[in-house]
């Protein structure tokens, strides 16, 4: 696989990890949800469809910053300067440890 293909994946699995928590309901999701008021700019309005799908984008980019630190360590340990695949490996698989971890702390 090249290595924009295993991108593509690694984004993919983070929008279904923000996904399942809006659908499912899961903790985190109410909380990121809750906390509105502190990320979302007061111009746009307090829309509940647009603060839900927010919190889902929210997510989804946390998740895909957090999984790309051990990737950053492995390329910057490995001596790379650009992508590799076996450093966006890393990064997929970190993501889509931490979105089951977040998955199961979240609906427990």
């Not at 090249?2 to 999701?29: D, E, N, Y």
């Not at 650009?82 to 450093?87: K, L, Q």
């Amino acid at each position: 696989m090249t290595p924009q293909t295993l991108f593509v994946l690694t984004m993919g699995v983070c929008l279904a990890g923000s996904l399942l928590h809006m659908i499912g309901g899961s903790m985190l999701f109410r909380i990121v949800l809750a906390t509105a008021p502190l990320w979302w700019p007061e111009v746009f309005g307090y829309y509940l469809s647009v603060l839900v799908y927010a919190s889902s984008l929210l997510i989804a980019t946390v998740t895909l910053m957090l999984s790309g630190v051990p990737a950053a360590l492995y390329e910057r340990l490995s001596g790379t300067r650009a992508a590799t695949t076996a450093s966006m490996t890393v990064w997929l698989v970190s993501a889509v440890l931490l979105t089951l971890a977040g998955l199961a702390l979240g609906f427990a």
